[in-house]
Every structure is written in structure tokens, then in C-alpha cells.
């Protein structure tokens, strides 16, 4: 909690609030339970009971006789009552029918009973409140501001506890926020000579890659309380609210200054507004609202706007004008040094062997985000606990890898003989033409053990360094791989089966983007006939030409599919002593690593007398 009076005296309302709730719901619980436990019925009913032997047991009191009627196992028992009326033959009537009798404790003392029906119940009820609360409190580090406008969805913490420190791999965006940090350190500092600071910057990347990090982090740095909510909260909303919502933030936010205001997911509410023809006011306003009040505020009062998105194309061009958004901090993919360090700053809290080797992990997840990091090294925990084992080894580490690749291991899907033999020719295929080729990625690991992520089995190849280019020969050879699952079986069942479509649909891809994106067609040139529209989402990309030239694209495409199917084919044939032998291996071992599987290879080439290119 910030030690403020405003937010103490907020608290105050609304536990008088919540008192009289439970105070309201006591009421009416009060009369339903005294309801529910007490049925009354006639004397005469009482009576046909009793001669039936239906009662268990009486209390006689003063004006009632309280009846407990005999249950069947496991039924709840309901509570009776009748009036008393003056029947002398009750005692003999009960003494017949073997119902157990007495007299009540005395139950009328209204001071007793005002305690257990009311004060008692409202303890608990408070006692349980401020559990309630008590969490919720430690949760936001410091309460929700606007509990009680019910959909708030502004947090606030007054330390979010982050640091540059745990943000690792994003040197450059951490670089370009360190003057927001100094600026929100000292204010005076820029105002005094006359300098504007920008008053918000906005974080691009793919998702996991540390975005809402490194805004909690330069607040960590700075010192400065943390407000933050997201652009998704605001497309729930109902109409008016989110342009409030937006005042309201902003409101909180300038008492506390210095502070980070920080919108999250802003493409939901800054989309562009052109283009749209049914417009979503909601939004609209919202959106208005926000620049509104970004144009609004005075900055020298030191709050900074952060906002993250994955798809700052989407954004409306309003929101990154001069002095609003004018800044971009790029977090993207972390290269191999980066992911190293990531990985770094997730062990630090948890027991590794000595034996661990990070910079292999690092090697073997080209692509992965900080968030694919951190869930590595925690499946890696888990894995290690789950083998009753005090510290995570290496071991951990390369299934946690796989597991955020391929899935878990399912070692109950029982594929036929025939299945199984059909998946290993498949795998060898692939890692025997990359084997073959020049320009492809060493095999790390051939598996035919089924994930639950759909695969049946898989080859991995790891690239022996980060490359930032891929030429022409090597998107070439990439298809052929792709191909060779495909073809070898092909070459060895003469037929084909469903196992290959991912590959398929791969190999698709990559030869139309050489004809489309890359200009590595003769046909086409260095024509541009599609552009990627999301770059930090999936990529889909979108085609930019007539319905003629997209039929000539399909064509060009074809081509190379054909031309790299025929060379697979071919090299398979030749290698076809090489391709049997490896896949009785692998069918018999069911996983191969990269250096067995090179092995057998080389071995192979070299008493054939030809050359293997030298794959390291
Ligand atoms: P984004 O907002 O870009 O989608 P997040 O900041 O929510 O990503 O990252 C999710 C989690 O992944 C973080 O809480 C952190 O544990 C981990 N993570 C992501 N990027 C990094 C990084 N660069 N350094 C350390 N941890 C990271
Ligand atoms: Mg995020
Ligand atoms: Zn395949």
C-alpha cells in the first residue's frame, strides 16, 4: 500500500462497504437456516409418526416439542416441530413407540442468541475478509487501486521488484531506456536546461521476448511506482468505460508522479482507425481519450508512458506522432549470447550440477524467446524433481528443450511394425540428405519415440553458429531435407503415406518465398510480390500483384519443389545401402545422436572411397 491517505481512506469505505454486505447477507441467511433446519407440523401428523415408528427421538420444552425423525443411512436428518398441546398419554404414547425423550436446555436467552446468530458470524466474516484482502494486497505488491469501480483492471505496485539485472539478452532496448530511467530519476535535471523528454516510448517485439520486463524494470530502476493495465481489458469493456478507465489512470498516476504508466497490448485499443468502415466507438473513444490525455499532461512532472506491442504496423499513426509514442525500444529475438544470459538469469535460483553446459542449450534453441527460456529451465526442475534428484543435469536441461519443441514423450502410442519401420526410413531420410548436402545444419538427433505434440518422430539439426543471412544454395538444400522424409520412403516402400505434410507445407513455403520475397527466381527477378504483415506475430505474408502473375508464382514455386524432389530421389538411391543400414539402427535404438549417426556415415563413405563434405 502506498502510505497515502487517499488510498488508507479508500480502504476504510470500502471495508464499511463490505461490513454492511455481510451484514445484509446475514440477515436473510439467518432466516434461511432457521428455516431449513425447522419444519413445522401438525400435532396430529407428530402423532401418526410416532404410531408409525417413524420418530427417533423428542425434546419437550416449554411451548415446543422439537421431533427427530429416523433417517436411512447416509439421508440428512430434518428437524420437526409442533406446538405443544396438553396430552396427558404423550409420555405413555413415547414410551410404546421406544422414542427416545427429554427436556431442552434452556435456548432462550437472547443475549446468547443474538452472539452465535450475528457477532459470531460477522467475525468470521471479517476475519475472512481480511484474508481476502490481505492477498489480494500482497499480490499487486501494494492492493488494487480501483477495487470497487468493479472492472478495474489498473494495477499499481509501488516497487515492482525487477531490475535490468533479470532482463537479459536485450541490451540495446535496455540501452534506449537508461535515459528514461536517469530522466525519471532526477526530473529537474532536464527541465532546468530546457530539454522535452519523451513522454512515452513504445517496446516492439514477438511475444515472450521480455516486453512487459523491461517496463517493470525501468520502474524497479528508477524507483518509481508501477501502473499498468492492458489494451485487452479495455475491448471488454462497456461503452464510456474505457475512455474513464483511460482519465482514471492517468488521474492516479499524476498524484504519484514520478511514476511508469505502462498500456499493455495498446494495438487492442490504438489500432488505426482508417480503413475500418464499421468503426467500433468503444474503442474509438478510448483511443481519443488516450492521446487526449497524452497530449494533456505535463511531462516535467516526470511520468513516463510505456507501451508494448507485437504488432506496431496495426497502430494507429496518431499514437506515434511527436510527443506521444515517438520513441521505439526494440526486444526481439535473442541471439546465442543473449539466450545464454537469459538462461543465466532463470538458474540463478535453482540448484544446478557443476556438469551443466548453458551455452549448449543456448546453442540448441536458435528462435527461442526469453518466456521459452524460463519455462526450459523450470521444465528442466521439474524433471529433475520428478527423478528424485537434487540438482538439474544437462540431461534435464536437453528433454526440457525438446519438450518445449516437440512436446512430452508418449511412449504408450503403440505404432505398428510396419508404421514404426515407415516413420525411421522417414527421419533418416531427412538427416541422410542433410548429411549428404553442403549447405544444411549439422543432425543433432534422430528420435522415433512419439511426442504428444503430434509428431512421430523427428530429426533435429542445429545450425554450428547464429546466421543472420541465408543464401540462395542454402534455402535449396533446406528444401531438399525437408523433402527427404518423403522421398525415402519413397525410395524404399515405393509409396507414400501421410507423414509428410508438415514437410510439405514447409518446403512450400520456403521455395515461394525465394520466388516472391527473396528475388531468387530467374522469372521474376528482384520483383517484390509479397510482403510479410505481422513481422513479430506468425508473418503471414500478403501478395501484392495481379491473379496472373500469383498463377506464374505457382509455377515458379512448383519448379523448385520438383527440381529439389528429383535431386532427393537421386541421392537417396545412391545412398541407398546407407539409408537401409542407419534405419535398422535407429529402428533398433529408437533415439540416434548426431555423432553416431555421423559415424555410420563417414564410415560408409570412406570405405566407398568418395568424400563426405565435412559437416563441422
Ligand atoms: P512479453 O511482454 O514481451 O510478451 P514478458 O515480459 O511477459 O514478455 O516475458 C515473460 C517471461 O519470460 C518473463 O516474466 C521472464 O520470466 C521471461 N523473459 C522474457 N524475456 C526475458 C529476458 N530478456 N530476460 C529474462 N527473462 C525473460
Ligand atoms: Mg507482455
Ligand atoms: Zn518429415
Not at 454486505?21 to 401428523?45: C, G, P, R
Not at 515405393?494 to 508438415?502: C, D, F, K, Q, R
Request: charge should be negative; charged fraction near 30%.
Amino acid at each position: 500500500m502506498f502510505g497515502n491517505k487517499k488510498f488508507d481512506g479508500n480502504k476504510l469505505k470500502y471495508g464499511i462497504y463490505y461490513a454492511i454486505a455481510v451484514a445484509i447477507i446475514m440477515f436473510f441467511l439467518n432466516d434461511y437456516v432457521v428455516n431449513v433446519k425447522t419444519q413445522h407440523i401438525k400435532y396430529s401428523d407428530f402423532m401418526t409418526y410416532v404410531s408409525q415408528n417413524k420418530v427417533k427421538e423428542v425434546q419437550i420444552t416449554r411451548d415446543k416439542i422439537v421431533i427427530t425423525p429416523k433417517t436411512k443411512e447416509g439421508e440428512k436428518s430434518k428437524i420437526l416441530y409442533t406446538e405443544k398441546v396438553d396430552d396427558p398419554d404423550l409420555i405413555k404414547k413415547l414410551d410404546a413407540a421406544h422414542v427416545q425423550y427429554g427436556g431442552a436446555p434452556q435456548e432462550n436467552n437472547p443475549i446468547k442468541n443474538f452472539f452465535i446468530n450475528w457477532i459470531l458470524p460477522i467475525i468470521i466474516f471479517m476475519f475472512l475478509g481480511r484474508i481476502l484482502f490481505g492477498r489480494l494486497d500482497k499480490k499487486m505488491g501494494s492492493g488494487v487501486m480501483s477495487f470497487g469501480k468493479n472492472t478495474a483492471k489498473i494495477y499499481a505496485e509501488n516497487e515492482t521488484g525487477v531490475n535490468f539485472n533479470d532482463v537479459a539478452g536485450q541490451e540495446e532496448a535496455k540501452e534506449s531506456l537508461v535515459e528514461i530511467v536517469d530522466f525519471l530519476h532526477n526530473p529537474k535535471k532536464y527541465t532546468d536546461i530546457g530539454a522535452k523528454l519523451p513522454k512515452g516510448a513504445l517496446l516492439v517485439g514477438p511475444p515472450g521476448t521480455g516486453k512487459t520486463l523491461l517496463a517493470k524494470a525501468v520502474a524497479g530502476e528508477a524507483k518509481v511506482p508501477f501502473f499498468s493495465i492492458s489494451g485487452s481489458a479495455f475491448v471488454e469493456m462497456f461503452v464510456g468505460m474505457g475512455a474513464s478507465r483511460v482519465r482514471d489512470l492517468f488521474e492516479q498516476a499524476q498524484e504519484k508522479a514520478p511514476c511508469i504508466i505502462f498500456i499493455d497490448e495498446i494495438d487492442a485499443i490504438g489500432k488505426s482507425r482508417d480503413g475500418n468502415i464499421t468503426g467500433n466507438d468503444e474503442r474509438e473513444q478510448t483511443l481519443n481519450q488516450l492521446l487526449a490525455e497524452m497530449d494533456g499532461f505535463d511531462s516535467s512532472k516526470g511520468v513516463v508512458i510505456l507501451a508494448a506491442t507485437n504488432r506496431p504496423e496495426v497502430l494507429d499513426k496518431a499514437l506515434l506522432r511527436p510527443g506521444r509514442f515517438d520513441r521505439r525500444v526494440i526486444a526481439d529475438r535473442p541471439d546465442l549470447k543473449g539466450r545464454e544470459e537469459i538462461l543465466k538469469v532463470h538458474s540463478k535460483g535453482v540448484k544446478m550440477s557443476e556438469s551443466v553446459d548453458l551455452n549448449a542449450i543456448a546453442k540448441g534453441t536458435p528462435g527461442a524467446v526469453g518466456a521459452d527460456l524460463a519455462n526450459i529451465i523450470n521444465e528442466a526442475a521439474l524433471r529433475a524433481v520428478k527423478s528424485n534428484r537434487k540438482e538439474v543435469m544437462q540431461e534435464d536441461l536437453e528433454e526440457a528443450v525438446e519438450v518445449i519443441i516437440a512436446g512430452k514423450e508418449k511412449k504408450d502410442r503403440i505404432l505398428s511394425d510396419k508404421e514404426k519401420r515407415s516413420v525411421a526410413f522417414h527421419e533418416v531420410g531427412h538427416a541422410l540428405v542433410a548429411a549428404l548436402l553442403k549447405n544444411t545444419d549439422p543432425v543433432h538427433k534422430i528420435t522415433i519415440v512419439p511426442r504428444t505434440m503430434g509428431a512421430l518422430g523427428y530429426t533435429m539439426q542445429l545450425p554450428a553458429e547464429e546466421k543472420y543471412l541465408i543464401t540462395k544454395e542454402e534455402m535449396i538444400d533446406q528444401i531438399c531435407v525437408m523433402l527427404g522424409g518423403r522421398a525415402a520412403e519413397e525410395v524404399e516402400f515405393n509409396t507414400m503415406s501421410t507423414g509428410a505434410s508438415n514437410d510439405i507445407e514447409r518446403a512450400t513455403q520456403t521455395a515461394r518465398s525465394m520466388v516472391t520475397m527473396y528475388g531468387m527466381s530467374e522469372r521474376f527477378d528482384l520483383m517484390g510480390l509479397e510482403s510479410i504483415q505481422n513481422r513479430y506475430l506468425d508473418g503471414r505474408p500478403v501478395l501484392n500483384c495481379s491473379a496472373e502473375t500469383a498463377a506464374i508464382i505457382d509455377e515458379e514455386t512448383l519448379k523448385i519443389i520438383k527440381e529439389a524432389h528429383k535431386k532427393v530421389i537421386n541421392l537417396l538411391k545412391d545412398n541407398r545401402t546407407l539409408l537401409t543400414e542407419i534405419s535398422e539402427r535407429l529402428l533398433e535404438k529408437e533415439t540416434l545422436m548426431g555423432n553416431e549417426f555421423m559415424e555410420m556415415v563417414k564410415g560408409d563413405k570412406s570405405l566407398e572411397n568418395s568424400s563426405v563434405e565435412e559437416q563441422e
